[in-house]
């Protein structure tokens, strides 16, 4: 199983990598999502998208290179499993480095529901679901059986 196996670095950002890319955007929004990884579609390589607030990353071969020590608890879902959330506890803040579709390297810090997606991705990549995070897989919640309160915080 794919997802489950730490993915390999990319060599080059060339045309197959660039096409890779483009479809990982048009597969996260039309799902809809906020991140998918290269893992998640069967592809073992190091490569991510987020989209956070209308803002774009692409990120090849992302590492976390700083993060702080403050933590929040905070609502996940994923797109391989479907159906569930959970709060996940994740650090508040995160510094990447990474390659962008044209090769070049960049760094960028994310905060707050930025820093989560970044992590969130990251750990895909590194063989990990938002579960294998949890003390108990009681943690879990059907989307379905949230109450509208319930929803718009876990959303908001």
């Not at 990319?10 to 809809?32: F, N, Q, S, W």
């Not at 692409?58 to 403050?70: C, F």
């Not at 962008?100 to 529901?113: A, C, L, N, P, S």
């Not at 969130?120 to 009681?138: N, V």
Request: aromatic share 4%; proline share 4%.
């Amino acid at each position: 199983m794919i997802v489950r196996q730490k993915a390999k670095k990319v060599g080059k950002v060339d045309r197959e990598i660039k096409r890779l890319i483009a479809d990982l955007v048009d597969t996260m929004r039309a799902a809809p999502g906020v991140g998918l990884a290269a893992t998640q579609v069967g592809v073992p390589l190091r490569v991510a998208v987020v989209e956070v607030e209308k803002k774009l990353y692409t990120l090849v071969n992302p590492e976390i290179v700083d993060s702080s020590a403050d933590t929040q608890n905070g609502p996940e879902g994923c797109l391989s499993i479907p159906g569930y959330w959970a709060d996940v506890t994740r650090t508040m803040k995160v510094k990447l480095r990474a390659l962008d579709r044209t090769g070049k390297r960049f760094t960028v810090t994310g905060e707050g529901f930025l820093a989560r997606a970044f992590q969130h991705e990251l750990d895909h990549l590194d063989g990990k679901l938002y579960i294998d995070r949890l003390p108990s897989l009681d943690m879990l919640r059907r989307v379905e059986d949230v109450d509208d309160e319930e929803e718009t915080e876990a959303v908001g």
